[in-house]
């Protein structure tokens, strides 16, 4: 069997859209599935759209994913270079294509902007495409040398047939049949020289032996002219994978300038790398099982691209938020602590116990700027609705509150440990004492300490860390409040 060969090959363009994120990382799990090589190539031939720093983006989002290429830019397999700009230099792109004049499935073309713009225009997919005549296809060969002797701009455009139809194969859609008349003669090598999108796409593929291609299923309407370029050639065709759409909670097409619509909008957003990944994985395919949480080890060994859907995926952030918050439950309190520090030190600048406090919110937060919710309590204490002293289930009113906290000052006065533990043996001392359940005394202590209807932790949790002269001071102003009640 041939090993299968996948390659990752986005432009320099800006952010990692989660769409491409997602082609990158199921030819990622498509050839590790099947102990293949997955590659790297830069496809920098659209000059006007390059980002300065963009390559280094790709690199770094790749990593973070944990999406390893086996070649690339930086890992030369053979099959170099690895990128089109430097890949162009060494005369591929034209060399394939003078092949393609020579057997007249391509020809030069002349035409300048007057005469192209004069031209029918089609609406395909909502955009205006203008539909070439095939003018300089009748152009004799004398005439095409003295047009190129003498300098004339040109560029060299695939000849499809306008008769009959092409026939492409997905893996996902099956067989695809095209007619010939709805091919225009596209574009294979630019007035500038490089080569397009397309074209590149096809040389690099066969040229590296990329026996895999996964791509949006926007790129459905123009495989049957890859499949032309195969044929012309006489080369082997890739299978092709054609993903479904991923759509937002409308429905829509997810805009780049959405919020959530790249990998580092994502991180910036407090999500961890590890939740995204797996949360990609299952836009577009679903394991035999219900199961969701996956490592990327799993996602390897279960991963079968027939299993992916033709049926547009939806981007649920809220789903991505719960996944994320089982992710950070699980996660090694070292690491997940290395990671909160900078939000709780954002927003507690006093000098309490972060790592404690780190430990209180692991279980309580889907991602880590929630943790300024959690925790602004600790910092000063709220405003707060003395009736937040009244709880049902508890059996606790404004009057029995004041007497649980107007009884425990003193006791609390004359506690010199305020760890965790001693305090709530004092508490449970008087509650035995008092002969009356739990919650009626530890509700009025967490909301006098608080004045917060749901923490992160217990009563005397918070109080073993805002310390004596902070918790005492909450307490007095929780009898004030419910003595003015």
């Avoid at 679903?286 to 799993?298: A, H, V, Y």
Wanted: with cysteine; net charge negative; hydrophobic share 35%.
């Amino acid at each position: 069997m041939t090993k299968i060969r996948t390659r990752y090959a986005p432009s320099p363009t800006g952010k990692m859209h989660v769409g491409n994120l997602r082609s990158a990382l199921y030819e990622f799990l498509i050839a590790k599935h099947a102990e293949g090589d997955f590659m790297l190539r830069i496809e920098d031939t659209d000059q006007e759209r390059f980002v300065e720093g963009a390559t280094e983006i790709i690199y770094r989002t790749l990593e973070k994913a944990g999406l390893t290429h086996d070649e690339g830019p930086d890992k030369d397999g053979g099959y170099g270079p690895y990128v089109q700009s430097e890949r162009m230099k060494t005369g591929i792109y034209m060399k394939y294509a003078k092949e393609l004049i020579e057997k007249r499935e391509a020809y030069y073309c002349f035409c300048d902007k007057e005469r192209l713009s004069s031209l029918k225009t089609e609406v395909v997919e909502g955009k205006e495409i203008m539909i070439y005549d095939k003018h300089c296809l009748s152009l004799s060969k004398e005439e095409v040398e003295a047009n190129l002797a003498a300098g004339k701009p040109y560029v060299i455009r695939q000849n499809n047939p306008q008769e009959g139809s092409t026939t492409f194969h997905d893996e996902l859609y099956g067989d695809i049949t095209v007619e010939n008349a709805e091919l225009d003669d596209m574009i294979l090598i630019k007035s500038d020289g490089y080569p397009t999108y397309n074209f590149a796409n096809v040389v690099d593929d066969h040229t590296m032996n990329i026996t895999h291609v996964v791509r949006g299923n926007e790129y459905l309407s123009s495989s049957p002219k890859y499949q032309r370029l195969y044929e012309a050639f006489g080369w082997e065709v890739p299978a092709y994978v054609h993903l479904p759409l991923i759509t937002d909670e409308n429905h829509k097409k997810l805009a780049k300038r959405s919020g959530h619509s790249s990998f580092e909008d994502l991180l910036e957003q407090g999500f961890v790398a590890e939740a995204v990944v797996n949360y990609i994985a299952l836009l577009g395919w679903s394991p035999e099982d219900n199961r969701e949480i996956f490592s990327l080890e799993e996602l390897i060994r279960e991963f079968d691209y027939r299993r992916i859907s033709k049926s547009p995926a939806v981007f649920d952030i809220v789903k991505l938020r719960w996944m994320n918050g089982e992710y950070l439950k699980t996660m090694d309190f070292d690491t997940f602590y290395g990671m909160a520090e900078p939000y709780l030190r954002q927003s507690l600048t006093k000098d309490f116990d972060l790592k404690k406090i780190a430990a209180m919110v692991k279980t309580r937060i889907e991602v880590f700027p929630d943790i300024a919710g959690q925790v602004d309590f600790f910092e000063s204490l709220p405003e707060y609705d003395v009736q937040m002293y009244v709880h049902k289930k508890m059996k606790t009113d404004l009057g029995s509150s004041l007497e649980v906290l107007q009884e425990l000052l003193p006791i609390l006065e004359r506690q010199e440990d305020y760890g965790n533990d001693s305090l709530y043996q004092t508490l449970t001392d008087y509650v035995a004492q008092k002969g009356c359940k739990n919650g009626y005394v530890m509700w009025p202590v967490r909301t006098a300490v608080s004045g917060r209807q749901m923490t992160p932790a217990g009563a005397t949790e918070i109080m073993e860390i805002l310390g004596k002269e902070e918790s005492l001071a909450r307490i007095r102003k929780g009898i004030e409040k419910l003595q003015d009640a």
